[in-house]
């Protein structure tokens, strides 16, 4: 993918009903390619944003500090436990800007027979100190 393309901007993160960019859903049925059972397609990849921005309002992390958070999908493998082969799938990766949330790259990935969908969230050091600050900030230490 030559260039980051915009999946959802930050003013539309809360419409429901906000449907993907012709420029997106190019770009993901090029990566796709014919296969289409384990992999995200277009409006697959705006919940996921949707997903990786709630993950950032559980942290608690203002909006001016969000930039550069990226996350990272890779879709199941096969359900069925009788499916004894891999299969293609995707994996996708994407990173927050000031403008919204846009694709970093779409890459073809082998899945297995029942592995979980894997999320991995990349956060820089300033992020996850301000994530820790919040979480503990209503504590109050006692003596033990």
């Given at each position: 993918?030559?260039?980051?393309?915009?999946?959802?901007?930050?003013?539309?993160?809360?419409?429901?009903?906000?449907?993907?960019?012709?420029?997106?859903?190019?770009?993901?049925?090029?990566?796709?390619?014919?296969?289409?059972?384990?992999?995200?397609?277009?409006?697959?990849?705006?919940?996921?944003?949707?997903?990786?921005?709630?993950?950032?309002?559980?942290?608690?992390l203002p909006k001016a500090d969000?930039?550069?958070?990226?996350?990272?999908?890779?879709?199941?493998?096969?359900?069925?436990?009788?499916?004894?082969?891999?299969?293609?799938?995707?994996?996708?990766?994407?990173?927050?800007?000031?403008?919204?949330?846009?694709?970093?790259?779409?890459?073809?990935i082998t899945v297995f027979p029942?592995?979980?969908?894997?999320?991995?969230?990349?956060?820089?050091?300033?992020?996850?100190?301000?994530?820790?600050?919040?979480?503990?900030?209503?504590?109050?230490?006692i003596a033990a």
């Amino acid at each position: 993918m030559a260039k980051h393309i915009t999946i959802i901007t930050a003013a539309d993160l809360k419409d429901t009903t906000s449907t993907p960019s012709t420029e997106l859903s190019l770009a993901v049925a090029d990566a796709n390619g014919s296969a289409n059972t384990f992999t995200y397609g277009s409006h697959a990849i705006v919940e996921l944003a949707r997903r990786a921005e709630k993950r950032l309002d559980a942290m608690a992390l203002p909006k001016a500090d969000r930039v550069g958070f990226e996350a990272q999908f890779s879709h199941a493998g096969p359900a069925a436990k009788a499916y004894k082969y891999s299969a293609k799938g995707s994996l996708v990766t994407m990173r927050r800007t000031a403008k919204g949330w846009v694709l970093s790259s779409i890459d073809r990935i082998t899945v297995f027979p029942a592995q979980s969908e894997r999320v991995v969230y990349r956060a820089t050091e300033r992020q996850i100190s301000e994530a820790s600050r919040r979480a503990i900030a209503d504590l109050q230490q006692i003596a033990a």
